[in-house]
């Protein structure tokens, strides 16, 4: 089966003034099948955004090349949503019309587009506040709204960069559940950026470890843990043990 | 000049005094400042009219007309000078901000413009333009148009990267960018430039008026001067703080309504 995303040695150099320069991301590749829910983890400077952004359309690589069904990616577009870490919502706008901005773009009828919003607002639980402006929202209402607004123009795939990074252990547990309740109501292709072991664990059914100087792929370690992901999972000894390979990998590359 | 009691506008948030005994306090501060002149000016010390005289004087003007008519035609010249600014600043900003061509042809301008107190232009104005509305209003616009271009431009430089990037993911080409989230990012700074315009247009009128001018408050204490008429000096200044007080609250109301959804630390 052809893949949904495929990296193809994908480099990224950023040069610096004065001829200087360095490899954020050295010879990338990596195939994600279509619904996959791929995470990735690493130690900062692994080059895991730089992905992210190259197959986002946000950032040219160097060398290679993405194909996301088998076309290469050229910019961004709408059928790849993108989750960032620091929410990225439009603090003008309420939540239904930040859900709404992708619709809006696509010049959707604005009772089709308060209907879809209103889809997505719900499956986050966010129905009582649609009307509300960002700033009243909690880090973790403020996330779930974009996870909303980036599900309403209906992507192929999601790619989100550490999108539970900036909230507190709690109310993380709490969203990763619920984005997987939502991606087994919504299936998506996901790339899910993280620098957290457990999360990486918890979410994949791969979980990709990147290494450092230069950026690079490390090891692909399967879960074979099904889906839905209980809290019984994550306490379970199988569970343990694949967070402490993961873990080995992402803080002693050189060892594993 | 425009900003007399910047205390009142920022209501303490950690607001241990209630509004209403602000206020108290703010009444109490005027009525002692007027007692204090009142007891200045009874005593006959620096030959200052006392408040009982300016206020027959400001009722006098209030009656005949004289002072509507001056107020008007003060106003009339900081709008039309000012809108214009304003106009021609927010879309020449947003090029500078956006395009770094017309930033790198418009900035040395503007940064060697802003250097240039307005009042200063006053003389070349007068000699080039002739002493009609027209120097007037040119030197008002001049004043208006520095502060809100630059603030225009910042406000555009400073549109964090990421909601471009997220509306760009979302679809959004460039022109809608634009429109729905570069001009509403902005808005707040472009507020800040207005505001600071205003009060400078409004303290370069009158210094314009009082130089060449056949009307105006300017034109008035000009003209009072002349007579040693101390009231109506003292009516056009209380005129002038009062008008520019005013129109500063205005522009505090429309900053609030169009900024509301700012997040305050």
Redesign the interface.
């Known amino acids: 089966m052809r893949p949904k995303i495929s990296f193809q040695d994908v480099s990224r150099r950023f040069d610096l003034g004065g001829g200087g320069g360095f490899l954020a991301l050295d010879r990338f590749s990596l195939d994600v099948a279509d619904g996959e829910f791929i995470t990735v983890v690493g130690p900062s400077g692994c080059g895991k955004s730089t992905a992210m952004n190259i197959a986002?359309?946000?950032l040219r690589p160097s060398s290679g090349r993405v194909l996301v069904d088998d076309a290469e990616v050229d910019g961004?577009?709408?059928e790849?949503?993108?989750i960032?870490q620091?929410y990225?919502?439009?603090?003008?706008?309420t939540v239904r019309e930040n859900v709404e901005?992708?619709l809006r773009?696509?010049g959707m009828a604005a009772r089709k587009r308060r209907e879809v919003a209103d889809h997505f607002i719900a499956l986050v639980g966010l129905s009582d506040f649609a009307d509300s402006?960002?700033?009243t929202l909690s880090g973790g209402m403020k996330q779930r709204c974009a996870i909303a607004?980036a599900y309403a123009?209906n992507p192929k795939i999601l790619l989100m960069d550490e999108p539970f990074g900036a909230l507190d252990a709690l109310t993380r547990v709490n969203l990763q559940d619920q984005l997987l309740r939502t991606w087994s109501q919504e299936r998506r292709t996901v790339l899910f950026i993280t620098h957290d072991v457990d999360e990486a664990v918890y979410l994949g059914s791969r979980v990709i470890v990147m290494a450092a100087r230069p950026g690079r792929l490390h090891k692909v370690v399967p879960v074979d843990l099904p889906y839905p992901r209980t809290e019984e999972m994550r306490l379970s000894a199988g569970f343990t043990a694949l967070r402490n390979e993961v873990w080995r990998s992402v803080y002693h590359p050189a060892e594993h | 000049m425009t900003d007399p009691m910047p205390g009142v506008e920022e209501p303490s948030r950690k607001s241990w005094a209630p509004a209403a005994a602000m206020l108290g306090l703010n009444l109490l501060a005027v009525l002692l400042g007027l007692g204090a002149w009142w007891l200045v000016t009874a005593e006959g010390v620096a030959g200052l009219p006392g408040p009982g005289a300016v206020l027959a004087a400001g009722i006098t003007l209030a009656r005949n007309g004289q002072l509507l008519t001056d107020s008007l035609a003060s106003l009339a010249r900081v709008l039309t000078g000012f809108l214009l600014g304003v106009m021609i600043a927010v879309p020449v900003g947003f090029l500078m901000g956006w395009y770094k061509i017309a930033r790198g042809l418009v900035e040395p301008y503007v940064q060697f413009f802003r250097t240039i107190p307005p009042l200063a232009v006053i003389p070349l104005a007068i000699v080039t333009m002739g002493i009609g509305e027209t120097p007037k209003i040119f030197v008002i616009f001049l004043a208006a148009f520095l502060s809100s271009v630059v603030a225009t431009f910042q406000g555009v430089v400073s549109v964090d990267r990421t909601l471009i990037n997220a509306a760009r993911v979302l679809g959004a080409k460039d022109a809608t960018i634009f429109r729905r989230v570069v001009i509403p990012a902005s808005t707040p700074f472009i507020m800040v430039g207005v505001r600071i315009g205003l009060g400078s247009s409004w303290a370069t009128v009158v210094a314009a008026e009082l130089i060449a001018a056949q009307s105006g408050l300017g034109f008035r204490m000009q003209q009072a001067q002349l007579y040693y008429d101390l009231p109506t000096i003292f009516v056009s200044l209380i005129a002038i703080g009062v008008l520019g007080l005013l129109m500063d609250r205005i522009i505090i109301a429309a900053d609030r309504a169009l900024t509301a959804w700012q997040e305050k630390a």
């Open positions: 986002a359309g946000l961004p577009g709408p790849r949503g993108v960032f620091q990225a919502l439009f603090p003008w706008l901005f992708g773009v696509a402006l960002p700033k607004r123009v």
